[in-house]
């Protein structure tokens, strides 16, 4: 029988590209999301339904998770996003849904690691703690991030900032995410219990990232590394809650000290293809920068 599969946060930048791979194999998915409105798109792709998800509203994920086989379980970056988990994993299992997949992030399993990372790993010994299958997506960070964080100083300023030093990180992109989780969704056998850690392929500097960027632009973009209080200072003209500033340049300084400068070879197991590289991301979303 087809399976029936659930994500949450489906609006979002790894939920979205989900839904889109799931219906291109042809799946029945769920698209869970806050705002009906912002998933207009999601609704006109073949084998979609949208169904509203609020995590202050627990009615909504009731009746979001009846008849649901396999879920993808994603919450935002938020200081409650352990509890919005656990919720998600108690409705998932009120449910009887069979396996849950759920975004985690990579260094979730280090001690003592980072608060990102504990908050992570904390969600994750619920869902072990709990009676399903399930499967840890671990990724580094998102090549995404440059079209959501950085697009604005590029196209106005041809730079964008980070307090990065010379520090390698190996970016993924996105749609290998939704490609790793689309597939273990339609097909869990072999991946409960696992723990997987996502990356593309090559460790790249703040310089190589905006070699990438000119490169695919024609324009000339330079990485501005800036120190550690001057992100802070600026952040906090932004208005960044504490809380998020704080983990924001914890997450930074340890991409600065190389700690996020390991691959794996997940996504190529996985999906059977390598990952993208920096460079194909940079030639699809050149028109963002
Ligand atoms: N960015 C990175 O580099 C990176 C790297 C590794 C791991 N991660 C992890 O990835 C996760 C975030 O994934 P993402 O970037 O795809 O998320 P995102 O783009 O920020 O989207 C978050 C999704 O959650 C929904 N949402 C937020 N609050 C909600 C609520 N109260 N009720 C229902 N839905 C709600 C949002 O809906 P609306 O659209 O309505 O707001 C949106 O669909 C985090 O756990 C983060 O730690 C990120």
Redesign the pocket.
Same mark, same amino acid.
């Given at each position: 029988m087809e399976k029936r599969i659930l994500v @949450? /946060?489906? @609006? /979002?930048?790894? /939920?979205n590209e989900t839904v889109k791979a799931l219906s291109a194999m042809g799946a029945h998915v769920r698209a869970g999301?806050?705002?009906v409105v912002?998933g207009e798109n999601l609704k006109r792709l073949p084998g979609v339904e949208v169904v509203e %998800? #609020?995590?202050?509203r627990p009615a909504t994920l009731t009746a979001a998770f009846t008849g649901i086989d396999t879920s993808f379980l %994603? @919450? &935002? =970056? #938020?200081e409650h996003?352990v509890e919005?988990a656990k919720q998600l994993i108690d409705a998932a299992q009120k449910a009887g849904v069979r396996h849950v997949v759920r $975004? !985690?992030? !990579?260094g979730a399993e280090a001690e003592p690691g980072i608060q $990102?990372g504990r908050w992570?790993r904390e969600a994750e010994q619920y869902l072990e703690a709990a009676h399903l299958h399930y499967t840890h997506l671990r &990724? @580094? !960070? =998102?090549m995404q991030?440059f079209v959501n964080q950085h697009a604005q100083s590029i196209q106005e300023e041809n730079a964008f900032y980070l307090p990065l030093g010379n520090g390698r990180v190996t970016y993924i992109d996105v749609r290998d995410i939704a490609a790793v989780a689309a597939s273990i969704l339609l097909h869990p056998e072999g991946h409960d219990g696992m723990a997987y850690t996502l990356t593309g392929a090559e460790a790249l500097s703040g310089d190589e990232v905006a070699s990438a960027l000119s490169q695919a632009t024609g324009r000339a973009i330079s990485y501005v590394d800036v120190p550690e209080e001057a992100a802070r200072n600026a952040m906090q003209q932004h208005q960044l809650p504490a809380w998020m500033i704080d983990s924001l340049l914890e997450l930074n300084g340890i991409c600065k000290a190389n700690y996020a400068s390991g691959t794996t070879d997940t996504v190529q197991e996985i999906t059977g293809r390598p990952p993208h590289t920096f460079a194909d991301f940079a030639e699809t979303y050149k028109a963002c920068f």
């Amino acid at each position: 029988m087809e399976k029936r599969i659930l994500v @949450t /946060g489906a @609006t /979002g930048t790894v /939920g979205n590209e989900t839904v889109k791979a799931l219906s291109a194999m042809g799946a029945h998915v769920r698209a869970g999301l806050r705002s009906v409105v912002k998933g207009e798109n999601l609704k006109r792709l073949p084998g979609v339904e949208v169904v509203e %998800i #609020d995590f202050s509203r627990p009615a909504t994920l009731t009746a979001a998770f009846t008849g649901i086989d396999t879920s993808f379980l %994603i @919450t &935002p =970056f #938020d200081e409650h996003q352990v509890e919005m988990a656990k919720q998600l994993i108690d409705a998932a299992q009120k449910a009887g849904v069979r396996h849950v997949v759920r $975004l !985690s992030a !990579s260094g979730a399993e280090a001690e003592p690691g980072i608060q $990102l990372g504990r908050w992570h790993r904390e969600a994750e010994q619920y869902l072990e703690a709990a009676h399903l299958h399930y499967t840890h997506l671990r &990724p @580094t !960070s =998102f090549m995404q991030n440059f079209v959501n964080q950085h697009a604005q100083s590029i196209q106005e300023e041809n730079a964008f900032y980070l307090p990065l030093g010379n520090g390698r990180v190996t970016y993924i992109d996105v749609r290998d995410i939704a490609a790793v989780a689309a597939s273990i969704l339609l097909h869990p056998e072999g991946h409960d219990g696992m723990a997987y850690t996502l990356t593309g392929a090559e460790a790249l500097s703040g310089d190589e990232v905006a070699s990438a960027l000119s490169q695919a632009t024609g324009r000339a973009i330079s990485y501005v590394d800036v120190p550690e209080e001057a992100a802070r200072n600026a952040m906090q003209q932004h208005q960044l809650p504490a809380w998020m500033i704080d983990s924001l340049l914890e997450l930074n300084g340890i991409c600065k000290a190389n700690y996020a400068s390991g691959t794996t070879d997940t996504v190529q197991e996985i999906t059977g293809r390598p990952p993208h590289t920096f460079a194909d991301f940079a030639e699809t979303y050149k028109a963002c920068f």
